[in-house]
């Protein structure tokens, strides 16, 4: 059994390749650059750890993390073209180094790459690992069109806002199930039964969310120094998070007048102004309350899973490194 | 058996449902749209003819039909995003008429669908199926990536133009190898052997070329009465053809200056002049003879499949039709 940094170090070893052919490079030197700019590896990990729950780590595991990583490269790419991003992770994105038509087609055959590398399994489990696949895949482009369909809400009345519930969902369609598809496919893949699997899938779903809180709890009232770079991102790019979300719901009718105006116009202090509601509205207790909430949800199945609780240590390690980190 | 008619009638009442669900309707509305706006179903009908080319149709085959139509329409929706196309078919096309970043997930989406079709095979064919679609797919976007990147050259000198040699291969990436695949996937299903799969494949691929040059030569010297449409279309958008690659590399010094300049501006007497060069270069004719190469090609691969000859007609039916078509 590893921790999640060795199983990082062991996954990126194995990541670290060529992973198209050489030509035509117009098209492969796109795919292979956004793999090359870095990223946390988080699911393809968790994919590994999964396994480790259960079994140690069955060979086919590794092809299925790829795939993972690269289905998660190829929505990265097809994003950014959506959100018009000019960087990420401070380097140039796919379309803005190679321009938008080859960025997609990139993300396209990096897709069709995902799958050959789940092509490589044992066909005992293929049809079950497409089946989770294809599902979580689905799930991932639905709450990315909802995010899109919200981002063009106004919020200025109560009838035209987003609910936190629907918000809820389009962040569990976005980013919390592939998080626990990410497990559940590793514990499949290491010989776990139906039950572990299913406890395993709502541990990943209710941390996909806590972390997700955390995320967005961090961006408006993190520590500058440990945040590592200026707060107030999402409220100066106006993004809907968790925290406006709430605001929104429990907001009296002047704060909410002031919200939309804020939102509006770019003044100088909007970042502040918007944070004093925040905090007015108590939205930095709800979030620490919230998150508290799915993580123990994540817990509660965690415990359910019926493995030795050594081999959870790793598991509880890394909701400890998601929830509770500073940056 | 059944004629290639008749097979599309078949395939017309399976593939004419609703393909998605309900919700997010802003997503799954976008990739019915083009599901609905027709077309002629010609891959999954040549994947049916693979299949009865060796045997009654296995229920199996039905699926994967379905995965090649919604794939083709997949890489529909992405060409003309890139191709920055406001039409398709007379009527608009889904990103112009549902905005390019819904159009960009309702392909992703689409795409994913397609190998969930896949997925409902039975497990003995899967992963055989798999490798080549997966195969195709990643031809498929190296064709278009290849067009792209020869839409961009000049060919003004030499040097810098598409010799024929790469512009076939990318026709064959592009257009050919899915007509094969499709037909070698029926095949497949059947239960046939792997050397008639081979010969019925490369049958496809060369039909494919001599699909794509008649094309090219109608819309150059088609029939305007039978073509259905102005001819010259190819010759005012700029596009490359094989009749314009094979003229670059006969043409005088005069005769290319000549096209170099007619294809830098828009004259009204544009079409009629590169018409003229075409004709002094004897591209007409070179261009049936290129066809007929193919064709004869094609139909070599497919007196080698050892079946009844019986067997093969409506795959001599549908290669007449392709090729002697006046639209």
Same mark, same amino acid.
């Given at each position: 059994?590893?921790?999640? &940094?060795?199983?990082?170090?062991?996954?990126?070893?194995?990541?670290?390749?060529?992973?198209? $052919?050489?030509?035509? @490079?117009?098209?492969?030197? %796109?795919? &292979?650059?956004?793999?090359?700019?870095?990223?946390?590896?988080?699911?393809?990990?968790?994919c590994?750890?999964g396994n480790?729950?259960v079994?140690?780590?069955n060979?086919d595991t590794?092809?299925v993390?790829?795939?993972?990583? #690269?289905?998660?490269?190829?929505?990265?790419?097809?994003?950014?073209?959506?959100?018009?991003?000019?960087?990420?992770?401070?380097?140039?994105?796919?379309?803005?180094?190679?321009?938008?038509?080859?960025?997609?087609?990139?993300?396209? /055959?990096?897709?069709?790459?995902?799958?050959?590398?789940?092509?490589?399994i044992?066909?005992d489990h293929?049809?079950k690992v497409?089946k989770l696949f294809?599902?979580?895949?689905?799930? +991932?482009?639905?709450?990315?069109?909802?995010?899109?369909?919200?981002? &063009?809400?106004?919020?200025?009345?109560?009838?035209?806002?987003?609910?936190?519930? %629907?918000?809820?969902?389009?962040?569990?369609?976005?980013?919390? /199930?592939?998080?626990?598809a990410?497990l559940q496919v590793g514990a499949m893949l290491g010989g776990s039964g139906e039950?572990n699997q299913?406890?395993l899938y709502?541990?990943?779903?209710?941390?996909? *969310?806590?972390?997700?809180?955390? @995320? @967005?709890?961090?961006?408006?009232?993190?520590? $500058?120094?440990?945040?590592?770079?200026? =707060?107030?991102?999402?409220?100066?790019?106006?993004?809907?998070?968790?925290?406006? *979300?709430? =605001? #929104?719901? +429990? %907001?009296?009718?002047?704060?909410?007048?002031?919200?939309?105006?804020?939102?509006?116009?770019?003044? $100088? @202090?909007?970042?502040?102004?918007?944070?004093?509601?925040?905090?007015?509205?108590?939205?930095?207790?709800?979030?620490?309350?919230?998150?508290?909430?799915?993580? &123990?949800?994540? #817990?509660?199945?965690?415990?359910?899973?019926?493995? #030795?609780?050594?081999?959870?240590? $790793?598991?509880?390690?890394?909701?400890?490194?998601?929830?509770?980190?500073?940056?």
């Open positions: 059994m590893h921790s999640f &940094q060795e199983l990082s170090k062991i996954f990126e070893d194995k990541f670290n390749i060529q992973h198209f $052919p050489a030509q035509p @490079d117009t098209l492969y030197n %796109a795919a &292979q650059y956004i793999l090359g700019i870095g990223g946390k590896r988080i699911r393809p990990v968790m590994l750890m480790e729950l079994n140690d780590i060979p590794y092809h993390a790829t795939a993972i990583e #690269l289905f998660h490269n190829f929505t990265l790419i097809h994003d950014d073209i959506m959100d018009k991003a000019p960087l990420r992770r401070g380097m140039e994105t796919v379309h803005a180094k190679f321009g938008e038509a080859t960025a997609l087609l990139a993300g396209d /055959v990096m897709l069709v790459y995902a799958y050959e590398n789940i092509n490589k044992k066909v293929l049809q497409l294809n599902k979580t895949a689905t799930q +991932v482009c639905e709450g990315q069109q909802l995010d899109m369909d919200f981002a &063009q809400r106004s919020f200025g009345d109560k009838e035209g806002s987003v609910s936190f519930d %629907a918000y809820l969902n389009m962040i569990v369609l976005k980013t919390s /199930v592939a998080l626990a990410s039950g299913h406890h709502e541990f990943g779903k209710n941390l996909g *969310i806590a972390f997700q809180v955390q @995320d @967005d709890y961090l961006d408006a009232f993190g520590d $500058p120094d440990k945040f590592g770079k200026q =707060t107030g991102g999402d409220i100066i790019s106006n993004k809907k998070t968790f925290l406006l *979300i709430h =605001t #929104l719901e +429990v %907001a009296s009718v002047a704060q909410r007048t002031s919200l939309t105006k804020l939102f509006e116009n770019d003044n $100088p @202090d909007k970042v502040e102004k918007v944070l004093q509601i925040y905090k007015d509205c108590h939205v930095d207790q709800w979030a620490n309350k919230l998150k508290e909430k799915y993580l &123990q949800n994540a #817990l509660f199945h965690l415990e359910e899973i019926a493995v #030795l609780s050594a081999r959870k240590k $790793p598991m509880e390690e890394l909701s400890e490194y998601l929830i509770n980190r500073e940056k």
